[in-house]
């Protein structure tokens, strides 16, 4: 009775982990949404230094264009997430800035 029930006991473990588990691969589709978004809020943060530096340097009108630059980005950051949420990424913005961070570490 002990035999059969540890060779029952072993027979499912060997089983069990030869079964390959299920990957929910990611579509090309988000891959290319999340890369345009890690873009985007590259240009935004490239821009934002940009301002600070024309305000410092008091060109009014030149920090005025990189007000509008960064205010469309941001338009297609938030547009870009509706879009990768509709596909079924939670919290992209924040994957999305992990992700920049993570790789320049």
């Given amino acids: 009775m002990f035999i059969c029930a540890t060779t029952a006991l072993f027979m ?6 030869q079964t390959t588990p299920t990957t929910n691969p990611v ?20 821009d934002q230094h940009q301002l600070r530096k024309e305000i410092k340097e008091g060109d009014q009108a030149g ?4 007000r509008q630059d960064i205010k469309e980005d941001k338009k297609d950051i938030h547009s ?8 079924g990424v939670k919290h992209p ?3 999305a800035g992990h992700q920049l961070r993570r790789k320049h570490r």
């Fill in 12 to 17: 499912t473990v060997y089983l069990i982990a």
């Fill in 80 to 87: 870009d997430a509706a879009s990768l949420k509709n596909q």
């Fill in 63 to 66: 920090a005025r264009a990189i």
């Fill in 27 to 46: 579509s090309p589709e988000v891959k290319a949404g999340m890369k345009d978004l890690r873009k985007d809020l590259r240009d935004v943060k490239k």
């Fill in 93 to 95: 913005i924040k994957r």
